[in-house]
């Protein structure tokens, strides 16, 4: 009885707790379907508005975001695929394939992910310009696989340590290369863990802006930069703003969901340790 | 004239509307993108001239916004049948980034565009980095548009685009623009009508007036102003100081940049900004100018003496008080050396040093620059497209034709011919302003004194002056 008065306290507090997290992102999407009046209105309201779909009108027609989702998708998707075959087998070598000082290495590695990114955008955008590959998908393509590989390889690294030794030897003594035990042991094995670093990956380059801002200025602008021409001189467009971002939010809801028991199982299983 | 021109203007509307819904709808017209606003009126627009001969492709480089790029992107339309042979591409990047990734594109060197609209605060910085041309000799085969051009855009605002010199001698031609902003009074009109107070002429004035329609306890707060601790606070500082006959600068034009900041100007000025701190929004002493223009739509602000504002304050679908905001002058001090002094601002087209096509982006840049004059191969339709995208203009013409629709405009008319450019012009203006304005919002906010915040300020222009080596 004690359990089960115990149990149902914590999920009124996990509601709460989901409640409260969800109520910005409630109020966005609200704001998102509200008349501009109403946002601007002395009281604001919860309800008591006719929805409207100007935002979303706006956000396509003047702010050209459907330009922008097909940028991100295919600099994200990309980068996020590179990234993903590169940083298996280097997460293998650097985990199993003892590397002399491989724990150096793998700090090595990710070490350059604790470099903020302003510091080298200025060198990247001079190379890009020199170049001319300045407002391409291209180099968004480059220095997203750049940027997210070293920290791609320290979770996978992180997750291959804890899977059992015992395959890869049994594979080993059955003549499997290196190349066949990844691919054919490791990669089945190692699911959820590619998943979460998969996510986490995409997330990242998903939500980027500096590199983007810098690289690009038109044709090759992805939603993050386009949501910030919703906030225009001495006046912030909420609702554009707001429809934007929750544009840009169902994708990553859609993968989470699509994804969500290998993210469960790869976070228990300590991926991101 | 007028009739026939805003009839052109709101046909287009209405077809742009039609096209959409089959339903004319004010609210949907507002939402219309600007390259619609620009095909609607480009639709009847026969060219008494059309300029085959000039051709190759243009990029013009742009802020985002309503005020920029969407203009740019509402006269294209126009342009491309006078021109078309030339291919004119507007590309843009987010309003709070542009100004400094212009001057980041500039400092590579960076022939990615032909033309590049900026704000004039950015005018110093790029003339000291190479990146201007003069557009005298581009200009020269055109004297009567030029004049037309002179004679409609009032002097002071015109030779703030002449740099490196500012104002007094004029330097060469930077920029063209047709894009103008000054600040101004911002106030209700029916809060106003209804306390009895007519629009504040003087500072002391703007206090008593700010006292008298102070209400908190219905959260309507008399005033209201970006006083955030930055440049802003230095802008309104320097707005008042401008107003009682003070600057930062002993003589800016004849290069003696000795600071005079702690003045008894600058003694009134800190006065005047602290007595109406007590009747400001809470949040004023945070806020940037969209703070301010969002306090003022929602109707907790009642008036600000001295604001950039917005035209969209105006707009019926942005707020339910759109009829209520009123723009006038900003108020002047009340010695022998005060007067009316709008500091005024704007953004500007330019051809950067390294950017290619120059006859051509000229061409451009004269027909954006062309206001009503469609017998000087411009179109009556320029300005429509700009207005209708949400831009505001510098052409005294046009600001008239528009001003019974836009109140906005009517206090830009009034405040071109007393303007003054909003700081001074030299790369650390910025700089110079954001120290300053760290020490105005110190003394507003009772953390200094008024004398010890003007003696620092004084002190921190000096040592930003010698840093730079002014004084060498």
Known sequence: MHQTSLGRLINVLAIIV????????????????KPTKIINAPEPTFYSFTPTD?????????????????????????????????????AYAVARMGLMGGDIWALSILSLRFMPGVVVVLPYFKMANGFGLIDSQLALIIVYTAFGLPFAV??????????????????????????????RLILPMARPGIAVTAIFTFVFSWNEYLFSLFL??????TMPVALQKTIDLYNVLWGSLSAGAVIQLLPMILVVFLLQQHIARGLALGAVK | MKDRDIQAHDNAMKRIAHHRKGEVSRRRMMQTSAAAVGAALAADFVPKTVHADVGGTIVHFASSGKRLANSLRAVKPLFDKVFPNVT??????????ALTQINTYMRSKSDA???????????????AMGALTDMGPYIEPFPEWYEDYKQDVPQRYRHMWNVPKGPAPPGYVAALAPDGNAMMTFYRRDVFEKAGIKVPVTWDEAVEAAKEIHDPEHERYAYCAAMARNFWAGYQFYGILRSWGGDYFADEVNGDWTPTIESEEGYQSLRILTELQKYAHPGSANFGE???????????????????????????????????????LTPKGNTPKSDHRALTGGFGQFMPTWGGNRETAFAWIKFLNSGDREDLDGSPLIADAIVGAGGQLSRASTLSRWADRKPFFVGLQKAYPVCVVNAPVIPEAYAIMGAVGEEVADAVNNIKSTEDALKDANKRTKRIMEDSGYYD
């Not at chain 1, 899977?163 to 030897?169: A, G, M, N, R, S």
């Not at chain 1, 690009?216 to 602008?221: E, G, L, Q, R, V």
């Not at chain 2, 004119?88 to 980034?97: T, W």
């Not at chain 2, 223009?293 to 950039?308: D, M, R």
Request: net charge negative; hydrophobic share 50%.
């Open chain 2, 88 to 97: 004119l591409e507007v590309v843009s990047k987010p309003m709070s980034e």
């Open chain 2, 113 to 127: 565009f032909d033309v590049i609209t900026q704000d004039h605060a950015q005018f110093a910085a790029l003339d």
């Open chain 1, 154 to 183: 320290w979770i996978l690294r992180s997750f291959l340590l804890d899977l059992p030794k015992e395959v890869e030897e049994a594979g080993r003594l059955d003549g499997l290369s290196w190349m066949q035990i990844i691919f």
């Open chain 1, 18 to 33: 989901v409640a409260l997290w969800l109520i910005p992102v409630a109020w966005v999407a609200l704001t998102s379907i």
């Open chain 1, 216 to 221: 690009t200025y038109d044709k090759a602008t």
């Open chain 2, 290 to 328: 969209d703070e301010v223009n969002q306090t003022f739509a929602q109707g907790h602000a009642l008036y600000s003496p001295l604001t950039w504002g917005t035209a969209t304050l105006n707009d019926p679908t942005y707020s339910e008080f759109h009829e209520d905001w009123h723009m006038d």
């Open chain 1, 54 to 90: 100007e935002h979303y009108i706006e956000i396509f027609d003047r702010f050209m975001f459907h330009r922008a989702m097909i940028n991100s998708l295919v600099t994200v998707g990309v980068s996020t695929l590179i990234v993903m075959i590169l940083a298996l087998p280097a």
